[in-house]
Structure formats: structure tokens, C-alpha cells
């Protein structure tokens, strides 16, 4: 299959059927590609529409033929519950689960958690999630709810509708990758929001005996991250990592 | 197999065979987890020793009986190559590789890197190697070389004694995660220094095609790390997620 170029344009340069070029891009497409009358192309318009697109006889106009199907979001939602880190690392978990496609995510007080962030941190989470949505493509931009105590989260996201994990440094516990791997396939799943991944990664520290046990109460299955000591803020991307490859490998059972 | 209780212990404490147990420790082990008499909980002294050890009838005493081997190691060597990000991305890159089980790290001077670090630089990133592999409970401290242009750099990591992958969003490569699955068994590879698992991601703005194909003739496999766009500091963390679980995974073929 031959590999369309893209071209980023502005949604105001699009008249279906008619797409104006800008000098540059027309540069760019026939003298950088070395593009031709009749060469096609997908244009996007950075708010998650893409077009498949064919260069006039007059270079620097194009058509555009048909809307394509832009998949960027994962096939069923992944809910994040999240200790919250101390100082601002909050800004960079919110950031890259959003990379990584996350449906909501849900700041968690546990135990050990010495942030009781303001509605202003929650406010600078949602700005920061809906960048990140759109410098990543995302079709939907991530949820941020209020924080929950970790008793009032697992009473409102348990194992019922989700395949629910607790991630676990200590312990011997197996590893995520693997217990994703005998999960049920995605396509035997009721959609969202009848299902989901729900995943709990948590604070400095770890979470606390108690926390554990009742998240296994609530139907959680703990696992593990690997054999490394991550920080609060790395664990949940490494977890949204490896959920969103099970999730899109067609080597999934 | 049962699995026994961790308790971090300070290095002072330890006087082999004799190991003297806080006030706190006594609570823990013989209160909170009920151990008694002759039981038996792994000592860590946060340096990266383990030791067996076990209660005394004088329960606020313990001996230790050996020490365990620890591995928080992947089972081969992962060199990341990484185009050096704008800003101090390069900072998170370097904590967060070595969180994650990397062996060396490679800054990259590719065609649309904007950054020439200073030496000062270097030294920063070497700190915060050392840095992170202590907080993470590393036995080896990754190697951080010197910037390498993307040609120097394919001269001498390469593919033929070593699994190598090149991260590429546009294109319809295969996912990492998937490929991975199909590669040899770890065991069946020589070890380190004789073999190892190279890792390019790119910067801001992708590879340019110049440097895919040169990556290409030097056996490099492009791969792809999913459907979203992920930043330059976000897709060499994804990378290594993805190559420690898949290594650490019993389900390897």
C-alpha cells in the first residue's frame, strides 16, 4: 500500500470541495514531494478531521474527495485512578496519559497522598488535558474528575462493568502485560461506557495494606509493573503504555 | 511459594550475622504483620542488597542467614537512541529511561534537532542517570555517551549483533509490541556486551526520510508505537515500557 503524504491545514482553507493551498504548502507539496496534478494526499485539519485530497491541474488548488476515518482513540476507554504525586507532577501524568489515550482520569487521596489540590489544580489539569488532546489528535479530550478518596473511587469504579487493576510494587504479582494477554478479547467487550480499563497506580510510597485489600474486595486484580522501583509519576504511563499496545496488538488472544 | 514480608533497613544496622531491629521495625514485623519467633522477611538496605533474615527468640533481634540476589536488571541490554528534544526534555528522558531498565543512552544530532548541548549538559544528564538509578534500586548506572550524529551513530550501533528498531509515527509500520512478540527468545541471544536491543526515537517533526532510510540499510526495523502522536519525551519511555515488559514476560515465545 503506498503511504499518503499529510498536509496540516487550516480548517478556514476548506470549501468542500475546494481546498485552497497556501504558497508554502503548495511548495512544499510539488516542489519538496515533488507532487503533480492529479497526486493525491491527506489533508488534516488539526481538530481530528482528516480528507483524502487530489492536486488540481492548477497545482495550487486541490479537491478534496472523501472524509477519511481517523481511528487515534483506543478501542475501549481506559479509565486512570491516580494517587496524586507530590509537587507538580500531576502536570506531566495528566499530559501523558492524554498522549497516550486515556478516557478519564480520576486524582486519588490515599493514605499516603500529601496533595489536597485546589479547584485551581483541577482547573490547570482540564487546560492541560485539552492541549495535549489536540497537539495529540485525540478525537475526545480525557475527563478529569474531582479527587476522590480511594473508598469512594472503588465503590464508583469497580470490577463490575471493568476489567479493573490495581498496580502493586511489592508483592509478588504478576505482570500487567501478561494478565492483559489472557484478558478477554476487545471485541467480546460491551462498549463504552458499558466497559472499560480501569487501572490504579499509586503514591509515593505505595499504597497501604488496607488500600490493597479493599481494592481486591472491589473486584481489583493487582499486578505488576516490572522489577523496577518506578516513581509515582512514571508508573502510570508505563501502565497506559502497555494497556494501550495489548489494546491495538492484533496479537491479542 | 510463600512470599515474605520486605522491611528497608538502614546499612548501619546490619552487623553480620546480627541485624538490630528500630523499635518501629519490632512493631511492624511482630504487631502490624504478626511474625514471630524463627519467621523468616527479606532485609533491604536501599543499596541494592537483599538478605535473608530471620527473628530471634529475643524477637527485637534478628540474624540474617544470606544474601539474596537481587535483580532489577533486564535480561539484555537496551540502548536508547534518542533525538535530544527542545527545552530540558532531555532531563525527564534520561530520569525516566533509567527507571526503566536502560543500559546506555545515545543523544542523537539528527537532521531536525535543535539542540547542540553544551558538556555542561552531559555532566547534568550523567548526574541525574546516577541519580535515578539509585531511587529506582538499580545495579548499574546506564552509560550516557556523547551526542552522536545520526550516521555515527548507525556506524556503531547496528543491527548485526544486535536487535534494533526504529520508532516511526507516519507510515504503517508494525506496532513494537508486536514485533517484539515474534523475535528470538532471550535466552537464545549471547549476553551483554555481545548483544543487546538498540531503540531510535525521533524528534519533534519525526525522522526525515533520509535518515529512516539510512536507518533501514543499516538493519534497523521500523516500528510503530501506536495510533496517537506522541512528543519526543513521551515515545522513548513508550519504547522501553513496552521492551521491558515484553522481555520480563513469561509469554515470550
Known amino acids: 500500500m503506498v503511504q499518503l503524504q499529510r498536509l496540516a491545514i487550516a480548517p478556514s482553507q476548506l470549501l468542500?470541495?475546494?481546498?485552497s493551498l497556501t504558497p508554502e504548502q503548495h511548495h512544499y507539496l510539488c516542489r519538496v514531494l515533488r507532487l503533480g496534478a492529479g497526486d493525491r494526499f491527506i489533508a488534516m485539519d488539526g481538530q481530528g478531521h482528516w480528507w483524502l485530497a487530489e492536486l488540481g491541474a492548477d497545482t495550487s488548488q486541490a479537491q478534496v474527495?472523501?472524509?477519511l476515518p481517523v481511528q487515534h482513540e483506543l478501542p475501549i476507554a481506559v479509565v486512570l485512578l491516580v494517587a496524586m504525586p507530590k509537587g507538580n507532577g500531576m502536570d506531566d501524568i495528566v499530559r501523558q496519559a492524554t498522549e497516550l489515550g486515556v478516557a478519564a482520569i480520576?486524582?486519588?487521596l490515599s493514605d499516603r497522598t500529601l496533595l489536597q489540590p485546589s479547584?485551581?489544580?483541577l482547573d490547570?489539569?482540564?487546560r492541560i488535558a485539552q492541549e495535549a488532546a489536540e497537539q495529540s489528535e485525540r478525537q475526545m479530550i480525557p475527563e478529569l474528575f474531582e479527587p476522590h478518596?480511594?473508598?469512594?473511587?472503588l465503590a464508583r469504579w469497580h470490577q463490575s462493568n471493568a476489567d479493573a487493576y490495581l498496580c502493586e510494587a511489592r508483592g509478588n504479582y504478576l505482570p500487567l502485560l501478561e494478565v492483559?494477554?489472557?484478558?478477554r478479547h476487545p471485541a467480546q467487550l460491551p462498549t463504552w461506557p458499558d466497559s472499560a480499563i480501569v487501572i490504579a497506580t499509586g503514591p509515593e510510597g505505595g499504597w497501604t495494606e488496607a488500600e490493597i485489600g479493599a481494592a481486591i474486595a472491589a473486584g481489583y486484580t493487582p499486578v505488576s509493573l516490572g522489577r523496577r522501583v518506578l516513581r509515582a509519576v512514571t508508573a502510570p504511563l508505563?501502565?497506559?503504555?502497555l494497556i494501550a499496545a495489548s489494546l491495538e496488538s492484533s496479537c491479542a488472544p
Not at 16 to 19: A, D, E, G, K, Y
Not at 238 to 241: E, F, R, S, T
Request: hydrophobic share 45%; net charge positive; proline share 17%.
Open 16 to 19: 468542500p470541495p475546494h481546498l
Open 65 to 67: 474527495l472523501e472524509q
Open 106 to 108: 480520576v486524582p486519588i
Open 119 to 121: 479547584p485551581q489544580k
Open 124 to 126: 490547570r489539569w482540564r
Open 149 to 153: 478518596p480511594w473508598s469512594q473511587a
Open 180 to 183: 492483559l494477554q489472557f484478558r
Open 238 to 241: 508505563v501502565a497506559l503504555a
